[in-house]
């Protein structure tokens, strides 16, 4: 299967930027995808990018896909007190399925 | 729309003990997973169904059964709890949209003693 890897954990100053780093070994997988999830909760879709982009931007997120190296990063930008979550990479390979990484626990100092 | 509902939210089982974990989606969705999520390991399928009728093996299938029981719902079986099943399971659906987004239930927290 695949292999998504992610650092465990990040703290940011409130208002700096974030940035959320991801690899993955498949140079197939045609959608890329970043989770959300809060305390308690389930995984929240926030964005995807599809392999043939090497950026989306979304207010404040921006996905940066190199196909070459792959790799799969996430910037929040004004990071906000509210964005302290898990954030995981996922990457889809085959018809169904998705494979995940461990997640970055993304922590905002007041 | 209620999205993906599971119940329970937690349960406490004994090693050796059964139960069925309940998943249902009202979103007409074709496709239905099960994940158990651990520490420091991210999420791993135990097992999928991609239509009904379907069930499929994932990553992690061993010590799970699993019922495609209609199209709105899929359930997750433990014959035999053991230990190493104490996580957090989180049940999932897609529909065949473009970019084919899993929308996730808010998990049940299983602890076995």
């Known amino acids: 299967g695949e292999d998504v890897e992610q650092s465990l954990f990040l703290s940011v100053r409130e208002g700096d930027s974030s940035v959320i780093n991801c690899t993955y070994t498949?140079?197939?997988?045609?959608?890329l995808y970043w989770y959300k999830q809060e305390p308690g909760a389930g995984l929240q879709l926030l964005t995807y990018?599809?392999?043939?982009?090497d950026m989306k931007q979304d207010q404040r997120l921006t996905v940066l896909l190199n196909k070459k190296d792959k790799h799969l990063s996430l910037r929040i930008a004004d990071t906000q007190t509210g964005d302290s979550a898990i954030y995981f990479c996922?990457?889809?390979?085959?018809?169904?399925?998705?494979?995940f990484g461990t997640g970055t626990r993304l922590t905002v100092i007041p | 729309n209620a999205g993906v509902t599971q119940t329970p939210k937690f349960q406490v089982l004994k090693t050796g003990q059964s139960m069925t974990l309940q998943c249902a989606q009202d979103?007409?969705?074709?496709?239905m997973y099960w994940y158990r999520q651990d520490p420091g390991m991210g999420l791993r399928l135990i097992y999928y169904s991609a239509s009904e009728g379907t069930t499929d093996k994932g990553e992690v299938p061993n010590g799970y059964n699993v019922s495609r029981l209609n199209k709105r719902e899929f359930s997750l079986r433990l014959e035999s709890a053991a230990p190493s099943q104490t996580s957090v399971y989180f049940c999932a659906s897609t529909g065949t949209g473009v970019y084919n987004e899993q929308f996730f239930g808010p998990g049940t927290r299983l602890t076995v003693l």
């Open positions: 990018i599809f392999s043939n982009m």
């Open positions: 996922a990457v889809k390979a085959g018809a169904n399925n998705l494979f």
């Open positions: 979103m007409n969705h074709n496709s």
């Open positions: 498949d140079s197939s997988s045609t959608y």
